[in-house]
C-alpha cells in the first residue's frame, strides 16, 4: 500500500490545525523534539525508547533526538539526529513513504541539532530535551498550548484511522494465537508468547505490558506477570499491537469447556452488553450516557443471575454494581493508548469531570466523527472492592455463597476499538475478531 498520499494529507490537516493552535495562544513558532532516552536510576541501561507522542503526530521516524521546527507559511523542518556510531546501529534514512512532506536536515551531532535550529523568536517547545530548549530561549512545554493539541488528536486522519485498524487486524492476529493456546491448556507466559509470535514483534513493542490472565488473576485490572500454571479455565487476555506507533486495545475472555456454567452465563451477558453499547457510540451522544446504560444493564445482568436483589436503577444509586465494574466503559485510543483529551471539553482547556457516580469514567466527551474509542465492559469478583458490601448495611441484598464460588475464577471483559462515523460507527475489531 502506498501511505505517501495519506500521510501527505495527514501532514497538512495536522499543520493546519498546529498553525490555529499557536494562534490561539500566541506564539509564532514549534519546535518539538523526538525526545531524548531515559536511563534507569543509578544504572547505565536505558527504558525502552518511546517517540514524544506531540512528536509522532506529525512524522514517523524513528529514535531519539530528532527536531520538528514548525513555522505557520512555511515548510515542516525535520532535523534528522544522525550520528556516526559504531556501538549501535545507526540506519541511513533511505526514502521512507513520508520523507517528502519535509524539509530535512541531518545532523551529526546534538549540538550540530540545535544549532540547526537557532533561537526561533517567540517559539513555543515540546519534549523533554529541556536544556537545549531552553538554551534556544523556547518556552517550555506551555499548557495551553499542549492543551490545545491534544483536543485536536481525538480527531483521527485517515492515515490514522488506516494505521489504527491495521494495529487492529494484527492485534487480533495475536489474540487467535493466544486463545489458541489457552484451549490447548498453555501457560500465561507460554499464552504470552503465542500473541508476541503471532504478531512478530519484541514484549516492549506491543502497545502496552499485556494481561494474560487465568482465573483469579483476571480480577486484578492490571495483572502484567505470567505464571506457569497451565491447563486454566478462564483466560482474559487484554493486549494490542502497534503499527507506526498507533496503538490497538482489545481483550477477549475465553472459558474452556469445563468452566462453571454460572461464570459462563454471565459471559453471555457480558457479550450482548458489550455489543450493545458498541452500537450505541454515535456522534453527538456523550459516552457518560453509553457508560451509564451499560451500568444499569449490568445492574439487571447481576440481579437476574442472582448476585444482588435491587433494580438497576436502585444497583447504581447504592453502588452495587461498581465493585463488579470498577473502571470506565472506555477511552480514547492513538499514540497513547489511554490516548488524551478524554476529560476535556473545549481546546482551550475546560474539562467535563465525571459524574460522582461514575468517578473512573476516563471520557465525558460527546463522540464526534473521527474519534476512536475503547469499549470495554467488564464483570470481576474483587474481594477487596466486595468487603464493605459484605460488611455493610445491604449485606443480606447479596448471595455470598454464590459470589464465594464465583470469586475463584476471577473475572472477565470484552474490549473492542470503535471508529465514530459521519453517520455511526464502525466496530475495527469486530471485522478482524468477529468474536
Ligand atoms: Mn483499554
Known amino acids: 500500500m502506498n501511505l505517501t498520499p495519506l500521510f501527505l494529507e495527514h501532514l497538512k490537516v495536522r499543520l493546519a490545525y498546529a498553525e490555529k493552535a499557536l494562534a490561539a495562544t500566541g506564539f509564532d513558532g514549534l519546535v518539538i523534539s523526538s525526545g531524548a532516552p531515559f536511563t534507569y536510576f543509578a544504572d547505565d541501561q536505558q527504558a525502552p525508547f518511546h517517540t514524544v507522542p506531540h512528536f509522532r503526530h506529525y512524522c514517523p521516524i524513528e529514535g531519539p533526538h530528532h527536531v520538528l521546527k514548525l513555522r505557520p507559511g512555511e515548510r515542516p523542518q525535520l532535523i534528522r539526529y544522525a550520528p556516526e556510531d559504531f556501538w549501535y546501529e545507526q540506519l541511513p534514512l533511505g526514502a521512507p513513504f513520508w520523507a517528502t512532506g519535509f524539509e ?26 529541556t536544556e537545549r530548549a531552553q538554551a534556544a530561549g523556547l518556552e517550555l512545554n506551555p499548557a495551553s498550548l499542549t492543551t490545545y ?35 490447548a491448556g498453555a501457560s500465561e507466559l507460554e ?4 500473541f508476541v509470535q503471532a504478531v512478530g514483534c519484541l ?25 506457569s500454571y497451565r491447563n ?45 453499547a458498541c452500537a450505541a457510540l454515535q456522534p453527538g451522544v456523550p459516552f457518560g450516557d453509553i457508560h451509564h446504560q451499560m451500568q444499569l444493564k449490568l445492574g439487571s445482568l447481576l440481579s437476574s443471575a442472582g ?13 452495587f454494581t461498581r465493585p463488579f465494574m470498577p473502571h470506565g466503559l472506555g477511552h480514547h485510543l492513538g499514540i497513547m493508548v489511554h490516548d488524551v483529551a478524554g476529560r476535556l471539553s473545549s481546546p482551550d ?20 466523527p473521527g474519534h476512536v474509542l475503547t469499549v470495554e465492559p467488564g464483570l470481576y469478583f474483587i474481594p477487596m472492592l466486595l468487603r464493605p458490601f459484605r460488611e455493610g448495611e445491604h449485606a443480606s441484598r447479596f448471595d455470598w455463597k454464590l459470589i464465594d464460588e464465583l470469586i475463584p475464577l476471577g473475572g472477565m471483559r470484552i474490549e473492542d476499538n470503535v471508529l465514530i462515523t459521519a453517520s455511526g460507527n464502525r466496530n475495527l475489531t469486530r471485522e478482524y475478531l468477529p468474536n
Open 232 to 276: 486454566g479455565k478462564v483466560l482474559l487476555l487484554d493486549c494490542g499491537a502497534r503499527v507506526r506507533d498507533y496503538a490497538s486495545d482489545i481483550t477477549r475472555t475465553t472459558l474452556a469447556p469445563e468452566c462453571d456454567a454460572r461464570f459462563a452465563g454471565l459471559l453471555k451477558g457480558l457479550e450482548e452488553l458489550q455489543q450493545q
Open 307 to 319: 448476585i444482588f436483589k435491587a433494580s438497576p436503577e436502585e444497583a447504581i444509586e447504592r453502588g
Open 149 to 183: 493539541l491534544d483536543w485536536g488528536r481525538s480527531y483521527k486522519t485517515p492515515y490514522e484511522i488506516q494505521a489504527l485498524e491495521a494495529a487492529t487486524a494484527l492485534g487480533a492476529k495475536g489474540h487467535i494465537a493466544g486463545r489458541k493456546a489457552f484451549l
Open 203 to 227: 514484549d516492549h513493542q506491543l502497545a502496552f505490558g499485556s494481561i494474560t490472565a487465568l482465573e483469579p488473576k483476571g480480577a486484578t485490572l492490571h495483572y502484567e506477570h505470567k505464571r
Open 191 to 194: 499464552i504470552h508468547y503465542a
Open 104 to 129: 530535512i536536515t541531518e545532523a551529526p551531532t546534538l549540538d550540530a541539532v540545535w544549532e540547526a535550529i537557532g533561537k526561533p523568536a517567540h517559539s513555543a517547545y515540546l519534549g523533554n530535551e
Open 349 to 368: 482547556g475546560t474539562t467535563q469531570p465525571p459524574p460522582p457516580e461514575h468517578p473512573t469514567l476516563r471520557t465525558t466527551r460527546i463522540l464526534e
